[in-house]
C-alpha cells in the first residue's frame, strides 16, 4: 500500500502527533508498505527522511510564544503536485487543522481515500489559552475539515462523543499502542531516586508539555504532602512560570531515549492533572512502568484507568480528591503494589504492531468505500 501521511507536528518538535507518526512509519516500512511524510518546515532542522521514507517539508510559521508549533499556509495545488508525483493508495491525515484541511481539500480533488486521525481537542485548547471566544469558531473548523473525509478516527469513546456531538459523520476508534518492552517496572533506577529523593520521600510523578491546557499548576495541591517530591519531566513556554510556582518541585527537562521509561519506571504514583487529553499517551507509558495513575474522569483517561483497580480518576477540579487518592495510594504499599501489577497487565498487550494492524483495516475500508462510490457513479 502507498500511504501519504500529512501531520501538523513531525521532528524536531516531539509531541503525541509526532510520536504516533513515527510508529505508524516504522510500522509501515516493517511490513513492506511505502509512505511519504508532509510536514510544516521547521527552520531546517527537520529531517530530510524518517524510516527510509522522505519527508517532504512545506511552508510555514511558528505560533508566537511557541515556535515549536507550526502552521502551515503552503497551497492546495502544491498538494495537488505532490499527490499525483506519489499516487498514494490513502491519504493518513494527522491530527489535521491547517496543513490537514487543504490535504483533504486536494485529495477529494484527486479522488483519494482519506482517514483522519483525530488527536487535538484544538478547540478547547484556545479557551485555555484565553480565546475563549474562538471555540465556536474552531468547532466549524473541525467540521469542515473532517466532513471532507472519508472516515474520521477518534483516539477514545469521550473524544468520539465529542465529535459526533458537533455533527462530524462517520466517526470510529483508533487508539495508541505502547511499547512495553522499552516502558518496564524493571529499569528502576534506585541511584536516581536516591539523587532526586536524598531522604527517601515517595516520588509523584507527571510527564507533559509545561502548556496551558496540561494544567500541571494543579499539582500544588500535592506539593506539601509529607515525605514526598514531586517530579515534573517535560518541557515548554510555562517552564519558568512553573518552577517558581512549585519551587520545591524537581523539573528534569524533557526526556527521551533510555532516560524517560528509567525515570518513569522510578516514580512511585504518576498524576496526569490535564482535562483535554483526547487519550492521554504519557498515561500509558506510565501504567507500563507499573505505576499506578491518578487523572481526572474526562477525555482519554476514562479509558484508560480503571479506578480501584489501576489507579483513580477524580472529578475534573476536584483537587482535594486528587490528593486524598494520591495520599491513600502513597500511604499503603500492599495497594500501590496490586495497583502496579493490574496497571502493567492492562496496557502489555496494546502494542503498536496490533494498533497499526487495526488502522491498515481501517485504510482497507477507507479506499473499498471510495472505490464503491465511484461504481456507484459510473453505473
Given at each position: 500500500m502507498r500511504v501519504a501521511i500529512f501531520t501538523e507536528s513531525f521532528l524536531p518538535a516531539i509531541n503525541g502527533v509526532t510520536h504516533s507518526v513515527m510508529r505508524v512509519l516504522e510500522y509501515l516500512r516493517d511490513e513492506g508498505h511505502q509512505a511519504m511524510v508532509i510536514a510544516p518546515a521547521s527552520g531546517g532542522r527537520e529531517p530530510s527522511e524518517y524510516a527510509g521514507f522522505p519527508v517532504i517539508p512545506v511552508a510555514a510559521v511558528g505560533l508566537p510564544g511557541y515556535q515549536d508549533v507550526r502552521v502551515s499556509g503552503t497551497t492546495q495545488l502544491r498538494l495537488e503536485r505532490l499527490l499525483e508525483d506519489f499516487h498514494p493508495d490513502v491519504l493518513h491525515l494527522a491530527a489535521p487543522i491547517a496543513l490537514g484541511h487543504r490535504a483533504a481539500l486536494a485529495a477529494n480533488w484527486l479522488g483519494i481515500p482519506v482517514v483522519a486521525i483525530y488527536q487535538t481537542d484544538v478547540p478547547s485548547y484556545a479557551a485555555r489559552y484565553g480565546f475563549a471566544g474562538a471555540e465556536t469558531l474552531l468547532w466549524w473548523r473541525v467540521r469542515q475539515i473532517h466532513t471532507q473525509a472519508t472516515m474520521t478516527l477518534a483516539p477514545s469513546t469521550h473524544s468520539r462523543a465529542q465529535l459526533l456531538e458537533h455533527n462530524i459523520p462517520r466517526v470510529g476508534l483508533w487508539g495508541r499502542g505502547v511499547d512495553s518492552v522499552r516502558f518496564d517496572p524493571a529499569k528502576r533506577d534506585e541511584d536516581w531516586r536516591r539523587r532526586v529523593a536524598p531522604h527517601?520521600?515517595?516520588?509523584?510523578?507527571?510527564?507533559?508539555?509545561l502548556a496551558p491546557e496540561k494544567q500541571i499548576g494543579d499539582l500544588q495541591a500535592l506539593a506539601d504532602l509529607p515525605d514526598t517530591k514531586l517530579v515534573i519531566v517535560g518541557d515548554g513556554p510555562l517552564r519558568a512560570d512553573l518552577e517558581a510556582f512549585l519551587p520545591t518541585a524537581h523539573f528534569t527537562g524533557q526526556l527521551t531515549g533510555t532516560a524517560l521509561p528509567r525515570v518513569m519506571a522510578s516514580m512511585d504514583v504518576f498524576v496526569h492533572p490535564g482535562e483535554l487529553e483526547t487519550f492521554g499517551q504519557s498515561i500509558q507509558e506510565a501504567m507500563a512502568s507499573g505505576l499506578p495513575v491518578v487523572a481526572p474522569a474526562k477525555g482519554g483517561p476514562i479509558d484508560l484507568v480503571n479506578s480501584s483497580?489501576?489507579?483513580?480518576?477524580?472529578?475534573?477540579?476536584?483537587?482535594?480528591t486528587m490528593r486524598r487518592h494520591v495520599r491513600d495510594l502513597l500511604g499503603d504499599d500492599r495497594k500501590r503494589a496490586a495497583f502496579s501489577v493490574e496497571a502493567r497487565l492492562s496496557v502489555k498487550d496494546r502494542t503498536w504492531g496490533r494498533l497499526c494492524d487495526d488502522l491498515m483495516g481501517h485504510y482497507r475500508e477507507a479506499i473499498a468505500e471510495v472505490t464503491t462510490s465511484r461504481q456507484r457513479l459510473s453505473a
Open positions: 527517601g520521600e515517595r516520588i509523584i510523578g507527571c510527564v507533559g508539555r483497580r489501576t489507579g483513580w480518576l477524580y472529578a475534573p477540579g476536584d483537587l482535594a
